[in-house]
């Protein structure tokens, strides 16, 4: 990997403290799309461990189903980085959009 994900271009962030915001976020970021948009989504959530591994899950796994579900492709990319001393992070994009800028 050349870039860190903080380098790609994001349409929306969501501050996420729980797995309902995250099944909140999860519906928008779906409902949004990720087909053919020039940016990602950024989710960030509490470093606390138990959580944060809670919130993950349920965004990551939550974006292919709610994708499947709309007959969508899920070939989406993400990535999960540190991203201050209070929050990790969580990038999301399509894997086309991806390629476009050149990453």
Do not use: C
Not at 20 to 31: G, H
Not at 94 to 101: G, H, Q
Request: proline share 3%.
């Amino acid at each position: 990997m050349d870039f860190h994900p903080k380098d790609l271009p994001i349409s929306k962030t969501y501050d996420v403290k729980n797995e309902n915001e995250a099944m909140q976020a999860v519906e928008d970021m779906v409902n949004l799309g990720f087909k053919d948009k020039k940016a990602g989504y950024k989710v960030l959530m509490p470093k606390e461990t138990k959580i944060a591994k809670r919130i993950g899950y349920t965004v990551t796994t939550g974006v292919t189903k709610g994708l499947g579900e709309k007959e969508e492709t899920r070939d989406v990319k993400y990535w999960t980085y540190h991203h201050n001393e209070d929050h990790f992070a969580i990038v999301l994009i399509d894997n086309s959009t991806l390629t476009e800028l050149g990453f």
